[in-house]
């Protein structure tokens, strides 16, 4: 059944946009890679052995062939289509860039497996996971909202609402109690934080009936908990399940997860608590070299994490990622939007500063890029997707903290400029790619490469969109009996050695940079 529905939606692709005999000889094509794909069967070779983000998964053979074959299929469409026309946006134009944001979205869908028979509401095909669809989400969420198109509110709902847990939470979600880290759970969180701060509707088939603000709430709570302080003084691991490859590893996206949810939070509810614990998630991240300041800049390097060893973290990880600054960027601004005070607009600066250092391409038309794995070109698919979370974190620190918002809407506009010219591949010609600095497209695709490119397009329009509510504004209201986690004062542990990476024998995270050895902080280079 599959295959058939397989085949017909690709002939459906074809026939919209070609002639009827170039349909058929991509068609044709597509029988070839079904055909390979079968006979490859009998040579696997390994299953996913990691999910973390920053290390090469292993594909069976017949996956990454098929892939392949499917690329360079796209690769003739593009070239050989006489209709494709890229993506074209004016900036600031409401009409234009949601007709941009529409097309980006349709392509986001294709991949989506919630509408097809015996797929999973809420998932996206392989070889994107749980995390990713939250953060798809949250960006439709926007697009809603940014362009008042209603075309996906009842996939949206009904994702989140499948997607939430047993306990409205999501947590002990059925397709994902065996696999969930904290940074899966974290971004869901964000989703809802973003239908709260949004107003976006809710879901009115839910018995439930928990508003978009409490299930966020509840997201924290769950992971408060996991605040360990009996190894490294503090932070969270990457993996919720001891079970899991990861669990000793101290991770800079769920602890800066559980910090700008919590910020998010703070600022929605008022509550001085969740001001008091964002803070102290930060010293943590201060004392555990986490975040440094860079030597001699004044920016901050945001590092990647540690491996837990006899109890403590010795050996900081420093890659850098945008998707780790893009939280605490996030946190920092919303903390200083709650408050008003100096040490967040400070904090919210160094983080700035940093990001502008490592993640953008001064050589590519001042756009975002992935500092870390883009020049090598070795992003995998989850890397792919990090700047849709700094594009979006750009929008809100806009909203946020007007004393940036010049500096931030030209790196938006400069890099929105980027991706519409990335998005001019494949059949369409509107597929996306990753580099958004070469004025075109560079034969790279993905779920990850369309919900960057929607995000940070669809910011390039945040001066005319209203800040996010607060409870006492625009928002929904909390429970009044809701309890709050608070996480606990960091204890002060021994001094560590910075690297770029994880030392080879922890072999828990790869980088695409040498093993270089740093100690204190971490270099400017």
Same mark, same amino acid.
């Given at each position: 059944?599959?295959?058939?529905?397989?085949?017909?939606?690709?002939?459906?692709?074809?026939?919209?946009?070609?002639?009827?005999?170039?349909?058929?000889?991509?068609?044709?094509?597509?029988?070839?890679?079904?055909?390979?794909?079968?006979?490859?069967?009998?040579?696997?070779?390994?299953?996913?052995?990691?999910?973390?983000?920053?290390?090469?998964?292993?594909? $069976?053979?017949?996956?990454?062939?098929?892939?392949?074959?499917?690329?360079?299929? %796209?690769?003739?469409?593009?070239?050989? +289509?006489?209709?494709?026309?890229?993506?074209?946006?004016?900036?600031?134009?409401?009409?234009?860039?949601?007709?941009?944001?529409?097309? %980006?979205?349709?392509?986001?869908?294709?991949?989506?497996?919630?509408?097809?028979?015996?797929?999973?509401?809420?998932?996206?095909?392989?070889?994107?996971?749980?995390?990713?669809?939250?953060?798809?989400?949250?960006?439709?969420?926007?697009?809603?909202?940014?362009?008042?198109?209603?075309?996906?509110?009842?996939?949206?709902?009904?994702?989140?609402?499948?997607?939430?847990?047993?306990?409205?939470?999501?947590?002990?979600?059925?397709?994902?109690?065996?696999?969930?880290?904290?940074?899966?759970?974290?971004?869901?969180?964000?989703?809802?934080?973003?239908?709260?701060?949004?107003?976006?509707?809710?879901?009115?088939?839910?018995?439930?009936?928990?508003?978009?603000?409490?299930?966020?709430?509840?997201?924290? $709570?769950?992971? +408060?908990?996991?605040?360990?302080?009996? $190894?490294?003084?503090?932070?969270?691991?990457?993996?919720?399940?001891?079970?899991?490859?990861?669990?000793?590893?101290? /991770?800079?996206?769920?602890?800066?997860?559980?910090?700008?949810?919590?910020?998010?939070?703070?600022?929605?509810?008022?509550?001085?608590?969740?001001?008091? /614990?964002?803070?102290r998630i930060l010293q943590w991240m201060k004392q555990s070299k986490f975040v440094v300041q860079n030597e001699g800049n004044d920016f901050y390097n945001v590092n990647d994490g540690a491996e837990i060893v006899h109890g403590a973290c010795p050996v900081v990880n420093g890659a850098l990622w945008s998707y780790n600054y893009a939280l605490m960027l996030m946190g920092s601004a919303y903390l200083y939007n709650a408050t008003g005070e100096q040490f967040w607009d400070n904090e919210l600066g160094l983080f700035l500063g940093g990001l502008e250092?490592?993640?953008? $391409?001064?050589?590519?038309?001042?756009?975002?890029?992935?500092?870390?794995?883009?020049?090598?070109?070795?992003?995998?698919?989850?890397?792919?997707?990090?700047?849709?979370?700094?594009?979006?974190?750009?929008?809100?620190?806009?909203?946020?903290?007007?004393?940036?918002?010049?500096?931030?809407?030209?790196?938006?506009?400069?890099?929105? +400029?980027?991706?519409?010219?990335?998005?001019?591949?494949?059949?369409?010609?509107?597929?996306?790619?990753?580099?958004?600095?070469?004025?075109?497209?560079?034969?790279?695709?993905?779920?990850?490469?369309?919900?960057?490119?929607?995000?940070?397009?669809?910011? /390039?329009?945040?001066?005319?969109?209203?800040?996010?509510?607060?409870?006492?504004?625009?928002?929904?209201?909390?429970? /009044?009996?809701?309890?709050?986690?608070?996480?606990?004062?960091?204890?002060?542990?021994?001094?560590?050695?910075?690297?770029?990476?994880?030392?080879?024998? +922890?072999?828990?995270?790869?980088?695409?940079?040498?093993?270089?050895?740093?100690?204190?902080?971490?270099?400017?280079?």
């Open positions: 059944m599959y295959i058939y529905i397989y085949i017909y939606k690709w002939m459906y692709i074809y026939i919209r946009v070609y002639p009827p005999s170039f349909s058929w000889f991509l068609l044709s094509f597509q029988l070839v890679l079904i055909h390979t794909y079968f006979c490859l069967s009998c040579t696997t070779v390994g299953q996913d052995i990691h999910r973390h983000r920053h290390i090469h998964t292993v594909w $069976n053979t017949r996956t990454k062939i098929t892939m392949k074959l499917q690329h360079a299929a %796209l690769m003739v469409a593009g070239a050989l +289509a006489s209709s494709a026309t890229a993506i074209e946006v004016e900036l600031g134009n409401e009409e234009s860039v949601c007709n941009a944001a529409t097309d %980006l979205v349709d392509g986001i869908m294709d991949y989506y497996l919630g509408t097809r028979y015996a797929g999973t509401v809420g998932m996206f095909q392989q070889p994107y996971y749980w995390w990713e669809a939250g953060l798809v989400f949250g960006g439709m969420i926007d697009t809603w909202k940014f362009c008042n198109n209603d075309t996906y509110v009842g996939i949206i709902q009904e994702a989140i609402v499948h997607q939430k847990g047993p306990d409205n939470d999501f947590f002990n979600v059925e397709n994902q109690t065996d696999v969930e880290a904290n940074d899966d759970q974290v971004f869901w969180g964000f989703t809802v934080m973003e239908a709260a701060e949004r107003g976006f509707p809710m879901y009115s088939n839910d018995e439930n009936d928990v508003n978009y603000a409490q299930l966020a709430m509840n997201v924290y $709570n769950n992971m +408060a908990p996991r605040w360990d302080d009996q $190894n490294c003084g503090g932070g969270l691991r990457w993996q919720i399940l001891d079970t899991m490859n990861g669990w000793d590893y101290k /991770s800079m996206i769920s602890t800066g997860g559980v910090f700008a949810l919590g910020a998010r939070l703070a600022r929605y509810t008022g509550d001085d608590s969740l001001k008091r /614990s964002s803070k250092h490592y993640m953008v $391409n001064t050589t590519g038309g001042n756009t975002l890029y992935e500092y870390q794995c883009e020049k090598w070109q070795r992003c995998n698919n989850d890397q792919r997707a990090f700047r849709a979370v700094v594009a979006r974190t750009l929008g809100e620190i806009y909203q946020l903290a007007p004393q940036y918002s010049e500096r931030v809407l030209a790196l938006i506009d400069s890099s929105a +400029a980027g991706a519409a010219a990335s998005c001019s591949g494949g059949s369409d010609g509107k597929t996306c790619g990753i580099n958004w600095g070469i004025n075109g497209w560079d034969g790279l695709y993905g779920l990850g490469e369309q919900i960057s490119a929607l995000e940070i397009i669809q910011n /390039s329009l945040i001066p005319q969109v209203p800040p996010p509510c607060e409870e006492d504004t625009c928002g929904e209201k909390l429970a /009044s009996d809701v309890s709050i986690v608070v996480v606990p004062t960091p204890t002060i542990f021994r001094t560590f050695t910075t690297t770029n990476t994880v030392h080879k024998t +922890a072999t828990l995270i790869h980088s695409s940079v040498e093993n270089v050895f740093y100690t204190g902080t971490t270099s400017s280079a």
